[in-house]
């Protein structure tokens, strides 16, 4: 098993693009997590998803993400536009109801 | 709410052990984690304890819940510089909800 796959793993872009994150779960995993780390906030929850239904996006920060899962092998997070505030690591995570794997993580760089 | 505490740092000597701390507040968690993060990498799961159990042993490394208390401890016995890292705990319901790290120094 290749894990959970995410990609870019690293991403640096100007203020005001549009960004795209990748990830790929486990297969056979229905639950898939995207969460964000910077030193200030430590991990966030941005949304989840069970069986590609978002089920709590309670931390996404504002409008400008989105994140959707259109197939069970597969999610996107987008920023657009993007801020130097959104500059973080970021992780997703797949379960199928006990322990969590994480992705190697974007590392984002809003300049 | 959900919250999850550690204390921020410890330090130990090569050869002890470490007894990384945490608290939590949802007494429905069913799972309880222990994640490592060493630099510049992503989370290891390292242990997980199902919310009815007392303690579970893998190797050097030992959890404790004290489900009253909503209290849970990992302790890594013989420290070895290589497990200098962050250590996070967690604990989940739904979704799984992060502390704030504990850094571990081990010290020659």
């Known amino acids: 098993d290749a894990g959970v796959i995410q990609s870019p793993r690293h991403e640096v872009t100007e203020m005001g693009q549009e960004v795209t994150l990748r990830c790929k779960p486990i297969s056979g995993h229905d639950y898939l997590f995207w969460y964000r780390q910077t030193m200030m906030r430590g991990l966030e929850l941005l949304i989840y998803?069970?069986?590609?239904?978002?089920?709590?996006d309670s931390g996404m920060p504002e409008d400008r993400f989105s994140a959707k899962m259109p197939n069970a092998s597969f999610s996107t997070l987008k920023i657009q536009p993007s801020e130097p505030r959104d500059s973080a690591v970021y992780f997703c995570?797949?379960?199928?109801?006990?322990?969590?794997?994480f992705g190697s993580g974007t590392r984002l760089t809003v300049v | 709410g959900e919250d999850v505490e550690q204390s921020l740092f410890l330090s130990v000597r090569e050869g002890d052990s470490s007894v990384i701390n945490c608290t939590y507040t949802?007494?429905?968690?069913?799972?309880l984690y222990w994640y490592k993060q060493e630099p510049g990498a992503g989370l290891q799961l390292l242990t997980y304890?199902?919310?009815?159990?007392d303690m579970k042993q893998d190797q050097r490394l030992t959890v404790l819940l004290n489900k009253k208390d909503k209290h849970l401890s990992l302790r890594i016995a013989d420290t070895q510089t290589g497990d200098s890292a962050i250590y996070f705990c967690?604990?989940?319901?739904?979704?799984?909800?992060f502390g704030t790290g504990t850094r571990l120094q081990v010290f020659p």
């Open positions: 304890i199902f919310s009815n159990m």
């Open positions: 998803f069970n069986n590609n239904v978002p089920i709590d």
């Open positions: 995570a797949s379960t199928r109801g006990d322990g969590y794997t």
């Open positions: 949802d007494s429905s968690s069913t799972y």
């Open positions: 967690a604990e989940s319901t739904d979704k799984l909800i």
